[in-house]
């Protein structure tokens, strides 16, 4: 961990009220497309239903994420354009999203959105204050994440529910301990930019793409276990 002064701290925690205050602005965004084109007919019916559409739009969202995060990464795209393409990002998102308001109760959505606020919000709070360094998470959470895709993949042609259950129960716990990780890398990000004279909003967009990812998956995976079908 940084030995940092009490200004570079302030201005952390500042850094880190942007991070926050972009992913709950991306989360909004999210959530009212979501909402909005499950509960429109029409759009149900061009988009959810016509299957060159729908994964279409799933191949730009993919496209959208890895640009953007490659360019922010190797700073080769404007502050601005950034912006516009990490709320298309989370526009997209929601568009594909709606398909859960047509699978599981509103109130049991309602009460997983809750219980992953709960769990997020103790998971950043523990990789903002905590003293242990949790670097050596990195690479065993990466290999966890491979294991996650490559399970997907194949439960995808087995569909098996014990399978399905099991990664599920691997993905909550691999995103609350990635919500943790990836806290302590922006705050570390931004005291390394502070102390070196640099500004930091582009980290806090980075900060709040990695977090956004985090909140959605974490809550996909718990919706497994918390919501209820409408079918049941």
Do not use: C
């Amino acid at each position: 961990m940084f030995n940092v002064d009490a200004s570079v701290e302030r201005s952390v925690r500042s850094m880190m009220h942007r991070v926050y205050g972009w992913m709950s602005v991306a989360l909004a965004v999210t959530a009212t497309l979501a909402y909005t084109v499950a509960h429109t007919p029409v759009l149900v019916n061009l988009i959810l239903k016509n299957p060159i559409v729908f994964f279409g739009l799933i191949i730009a969202e993919l496209g959208v994420v890895f640009y953007l995060s490659h360019a922010l990464n190797k700073n080769s795209i404007s502050i601005s354009t950034a912006y516009v393409l990490f709320f298309v990002y989370a526009a997209l998102t929601g568009t594909t999203l709606a398909t859960i308001f047509l699978v599981y109760t509103l109130p049991s959505i309602a009460v997983t959105f809750v219980a992953t606020a709960g769990m997020f919000g103790t998971m950043a709070l523990y990789g903002y204050f905590t003293n242990k360094d949790l670097s050596s998470l990195g690479s065993i959470l990466f290999m966890a994440l491979i294991g996650l895709i490559i399970g997907s993949v194949i439960n995808f042609f087995l569909q098996s529910s014990l399978l399905d259950y099991i990664t599920s129960a691997i993905g909550v716990a691999v995103f609350a301990l990635l919500t943790a990780y990836d806290v302590q890398n922006i705050k570390q990000t931004g005291q390394q930019l502070l102390i070196n004279g640099y500004g930091t909003s582009r980290a806090a967009l980075f900060g709040a793409l990695k977090l956004y990812l985090d909140f959605i998956n974490l809550f996909m995976y718990l919706l497994k276990f918390l919501g209820k079908k409408r079918n049941d």
